[in-house]
């Protein structure tokens, strides 16, 4: 099971991020009160003195504190008091390791007098020593130690490059395997001069270095060679080992160097390409000039054709306008009694008059004669079905009509001829309908309700209601015209039922051969042969 | 603040540091940051009751050392 909790902290960042406010980190308070109170507030418990409170609000006797729990209290108190004794104690060792430490490497770091060496040899081996070389050669440089000193208060640690520090040096962790007993401690800079030194000896000798030029390296070591070293340290490392690092860079960097002038090689080239392409061009200005000059001699052509062929088009709608005026004049008007066929007159042909209610005649209940706006006095065809208007008569009409409706010239003059013609047309269609129909829509017409009369300081519903009562007053119209007409129906009706072979048969055989027929059963053979007979008989 | 601990049943049990005024949105969404999975794949259950986003902790009665049972969708 992985069971996993974060820290408050880490809590609060999340908290951050999503925008929420951050939990309050608990304070720290005095350990007697507060801790079991807070715990008891958590469990949604009182704590005793709150209690204690409580019960002396209702006059009760106030709970006893339990002895053990301050017990409790004082050996905790006890216990952290003893931890925090053994924290200091462990800080004050570690203080005092750290400046013996110190102390020692101080020691260690300060020159070697003459007089120091000479306390630590014999009397017997001074005297022995005292004219020879090598001993003034080892009282003046003190002998550098070969391996790796251990002190006494790092354990197990080997200390490299102690030699040379000035004053503070930083020592890091030298990398080795785990199985080693102990750490090893090296210095940085150390280690670098260490390596140019032994690279700059190799190379100054060109060969290889002998364990006895090891013995006598530090004797070498002369002052001439220590400041080509220190200028060298100064130089990034990485160019000394021209060995290693420089092949690889140089290959790389050749590599790199090619590329980037052979693209750019290949850009100039195609930059250089492209300008020359653009030269060449732009020195042939006459095949750009001769290449414009078509474009625009074509445009030209294109515009004078199209010009012309507006014109023309424009002089041939003049001209039909002026047709069109010929046509118009009652002179040059064909006036022979030939029918002509034309949809549009078809079409007018088939509009009925327009019927205009009077008011005067609603009082009377007298049905408006269709009004005919030029006035012209009409026949009264329509009070007489009976008389039947010869066509000549009505072409007569015709011509007359369109003499004076085309006499004047304009929209207004061709209305009127329209509206003579529907006239006509209703005298002419008389025998079609019959004049009761007429009448009925007539009446209907009237009843139409009427609109925006006196409905404009009406309320909306008022309105409604004006409407509703109209649209009864219609219907009920509607309904007495229908009755009116329906009283002369009495139609003769006579069911007459046959079987699949086409006999009459009565009302019972009827329902029989439905109903056998329904539900998908038949007489038997026998029966349907006496039937058979019966009939044909 | 409260600790509220959620089980999946799957292998995961995670403790998580809250107040009792959040939102259970706002529960899903610090136990998302501390599990990984979106906070709207997160269905919190107590039984047969799942809890809605728009409701704190406390309105549920979910208090310190409270289960929840984690679901995904």
Redesign the interface.
């Known amino acids: 099971?992985?069971?996993?909790?974060?820290s408050?902290e880490e809590?609060n960042r999340?908290?951050a991020?999503?925008g929420?406010?951050p939990?309050?980190v608990?304070v720290p308070l005095p350990v007697q009160s507060s801790t079991p109170a807070t715990a008891s507030q958590?469990?949604?418990e009182l704590s005793v003195d709150e209690t204690n409170k409580l019960r002396i609000s209702l006059g009760l006797r106030p709970l006893e504190r339990p002895e053990i729990s301050r017990e409790d209290q004082e050996t905790m108190n006890q216990r952290e008091f003893e931890l925090k004794k053994q924290q200091e104690q462990k800080a004050q060792q570690v203080l005092e390791r750290v400046e013996n430490t110190r102390q020692r490497l101080e020691q260690k770091k300060r020159p070697v007098s003459v007089l120091d060496f000479g306390e630590e040899v014999d009397e017997d081996d001074w005297l022995n020593k005292l004219g020879k070389n090598v001993v003034s050669k080892k009282a003046v440089k003190m002998p550098r130690p070969k391996k790796p000193v251990e002190t006494d208060d790092l354990e197990g640690v080997i200390i490299h490059g102690d030699r040379d520090g000035d004053g503070d040096v930083v020592m890091t962790l030298k990398d080795g395997s785990i199985f080693d007993d102990g750490d090893e401690l090296t210095n940085d800079a150390f280690e670098t001069k260490k390596k140019v030194e032994k690279y700059l000896k190799a190379k100054k000798r060109g060969r290889d270095l002998d364990d006895d030029d090891e013995d006598d390296e530090d004797k070498e070591f002369s002052d001439r060679a220590l400041e080509k070293t220190r200028n060298l340290v100064h130089e990034p490392i990485g160019d000394l080992f021209e060995d290693s690092v420089e092949q690889e860079k140089s290959d790389y960097q050749t590599f790199k160097i090619k590329k980037a002038k052979k693209k750019k090689e290949n850009r100039r080239s195609k930059t250089v390409d492209v300008d020359d392409e653009l030269v060449e061009q732009l020195k042939e200005p006459t095949r750009v000039e001769l290449q414009s000059a078509d474009v625009v001699e074509d445009d030209e052509e294109l515009e004078r054709f199209l010009s012309l062929e507006r014109r023309k088009r424009l002089k041939k709608q003049v001209v039909s306008v002026e047709d069109v005026k010929e046509a118009d004049n009652p002179e040059t008007m064909d006036t022979s009694e030939s029918f002509v066929v034309d949809e549009t007159l078809d079409f007018l042909s088939g509009f009925r008059p327009v019927v205009k209610a009077e008011a005067k005649d609603l009082g009377n209940k007298e049905i408006s004669k269709p009004e005919v706006s030029n006035g012209a006095d009409v026949p009264e065809t329509a009070n007489s079905p009976d008389v039947t208007t010869p066509t000549s008569s009505i072409l007569n009409k015709l011509k007359k009509s369109e003499t004076e409706a085309f006499g004047s010239g304009g929209i207004g003059s061709a209305l009127k001829f329209l509206e003579q013609r529907s006239e006509i047309s209703t005298t002419a269609s008389h025998n079609r309908r019959s004049r009761e129909q007429r009448d009925a829509e007539m009446e209907l017409v009237k009843l139409q309700p009427v609109e925006a009369a006196g409905t404009e300081g009406l309320t909306r519903k008022e309105r409604e209601k004006l409407a509703e009562e109209q649209r009864e007053q219609f219907l009920k119209a509607n309904a007495k015209i229908q009755e009116k007409r329906m009283a002369n129906y009495n139609p003769e009706i006579k069911i007459v039922y046959r079987d699949d072979k086409g006999r009459e048969l009565d009302t019972k055989a009827a329902y029989k051969f439905a109903a056998q027929k329904f539900h998908g059963k038949a007489p038997g053979k026998n029966k349907v042969d006496r039937r058979n007979r019966a009939a044909d008989n | 603040?409260?600790?509220v601990e959620c089980n999946d049943r799957l292998?995961?049990?995670?403790?998580?540091?809250?107040?009792p005024e959040?939102t259970i949105g706002?529960f899903k969404?610090?136990l998302s940051?501390?599990?990984g999975t979106s906070h709207e794949k997160i269905i919190l259950k107590k039984g047969y009751t799942v809890f809605k986003d728009h409701i704190t902790l406390e309105d549920y009665e979910i208090?310190?050392g409270s289960n929840l049972e984690l679901y995904y969708s």
């Open positions: 099971m992985d069971e996993s909790s974060i408050l809590t999340l908290r991020q999503l929420l406010k939990i309050p608990p958590a469990k949604g | 603040m409260i600790q292998g995961k049990r995670i403790k998580v540091k809250c107040l959040d706002d969404k610090l940051l501390q599990i208090h310190d």
